[in-house]
């Protein structure tokens, strides 16, 4: 019987050594966890934040754009309008010509023809910014 009595206290006098090393080996992995847990929060935190300001930064980007698309056509729109009023400067100048020229330089044809040109030229000279030279 003591052989037996013997083996058994060998037995649990090792197990309760692995049980004690286990026990170890868990609050040491529960405590990496714990630490791994709070290094993944502040990552996703950081993630969170960057996120935001991607979509800061992708919707100013975005006005910017629409900005931009909205001065072009500004800009396209005022040389329309150039191009617009210089056709009726030169219409006005061959209306002119062609009233001088069939009419006279003093018939009342070539003074209506003159009188457009004038208004005409005046409306350039004010729309493109330069001075018309009279008051």
Do not use: H
Request: charged share 25%; hydrophobic share 35%.
């Amino acid at each position: 019987m003591s052989f037996q009595t013997s083996w058994v206290m060998e037995v649990v006098d090792q197990s309760s050594g692995a049980l004690v090393s286990i026990g170890d080996k868990a609050e040491t992995m529960a405590g990496k966890i714990e630490s791994s847990s709070e290094r993944s929060s502040v990552s996703m935190q950081k993630v969170g934040s960057s996120i935001s300001g991607v979509a800061t930064s992708a919707f100013a980007m975005y006005n910017l754009y629409d900005r931009v698309d909205d001065a072009s056509l500004r800009v396209d729109t005022a040389e329309n309008r150039l191009a617009d009023t210089v056709n009726r400067v030169k219409f006005a100048q061959d209306d002119l010509n062609a009233a001088i020229e069939k009419y006279g330089p003093g018939s009342q044809q070539a003074i209506d023809a003159a009188t457009r040109f004038e208004g005409s030229s005046r409306r350039f000279s004010v729309g493109s910014g330069e001075s018309s030279g009279s008051p």
